[in-house]
DNA sequence: ACCTTAAAGCCAATATCTTTGCTCTTTGCT
DNA sequence: AGCAAAGAGCAAAGATATTGGCTTTAAGGT
């Protein structure tokens, strides 16, 4: 789940601390599903956490840090995509694994918060950059395979944009048939592109 | 700019009231331009309007439904699509003012604050609906000319996600060109589909 | 012009969040 | 084991946000 090494140099990161990290994470992300990301107080993860308020505070500064490292630490958690053998079988799996990952009530409420970390354009970045590196990833496999990946640019606009749209938005369904459907648009589309990169 | 008739049958619309309306939503606009939507405070706002904190608690309740409601009173209030003569045109012209309408600083905090307003799917859901009648008006004037419009939802899919998505996620770049380029993408991929519905 | 009353304004009371200075605990090191 | 210091807890002060009772304004109808 990804608790820590990412908030401070952290040079005593140790026993209580760690203990502190992780019932805040899991308090917040509890009660932003549970009332959203709008009726959170810092007050009321310490309570949840059975951690000072003050405490907090010091550490993360306010609600809003709060919630964009809890978001953070979630959207950058998931697993590298599956090795299928094929590149359509790669892309159908990571497309599906992508859609489960933030159709929770916590992936969504992450994509949620990490969208309204307006003036934080740097936590936006580390998240689109894992998407790119999975999509690198499996164009890396196909061209190992001597398949024609298309750019990532196209990948990211054709399957990631739509499925991320869908979620934020609550455009149903979101189910693996339609992960699978955008990425056999894709396919069809593009059928034997070879660009260097997208974007 | 979509001043009013929304938020209550208005037994009293008149001078006054009106008044405050058109204050406390340009207020607002401001400061969430400004300081972002996560510094904002009813009194604040208030303040900047003239208008007593009060009377924004008694009409909007608190600042997430003020926020709300400012943001779906801009991104429902964009114009019609012009027509160009082409589908082609038409499809080009329309997302080019729809990025342009969403990427400027107050429809991109409106896009941001509608996403975040959880509970609500109906605001949702109504700044959709928007999207949806355009392409709907742009694909039955393509009919009238004997053209075949690709469905709804593949519009929705590969030009609308991809276009909120560089918003949402501050991806650049977000010119012309590049609503041009969906565009182009999506009817050089579909190019004579008339299902009659997407979605 | 005059009434009625929805809605705004005012102000005081209350609740809630945030900061600050301090002490206590316990980690990481020697 | 014992030490220095990072970081947690505590409590009181300070700042902000929110609510409620009441007065005042002025919109919409007669």
Redesign the interface.
Known sequence: MATSEQQQTASRPGGRSARVLAAVEQAATELICER???QISIPAVAARAGVNPTSIYRRWGDV?QLLTWVAESRLTSDSLPPDTGSLRGDLRRWAQLLLEHISTPEGS?SL?TV??A??D?EV??R??RRRVDQIDLIRARARARGEKPPATG?V???V???L???V????EPTDAACARA?VD?LL???PAVDSGQG?
Do not use: S, T, W
């Not at 934020?168 to 455009?171: K, V």
């Open positions: 959203g990301p709008e809003h409420a949620r969208v309204n307006v003036g354009g936006r970045d998240c689109l196209k990211m606009d054709q990631v944009a739509p991320h749209f869908r934020l938005f609550g455009i955008l648009g069809a589309a593009a974007e």
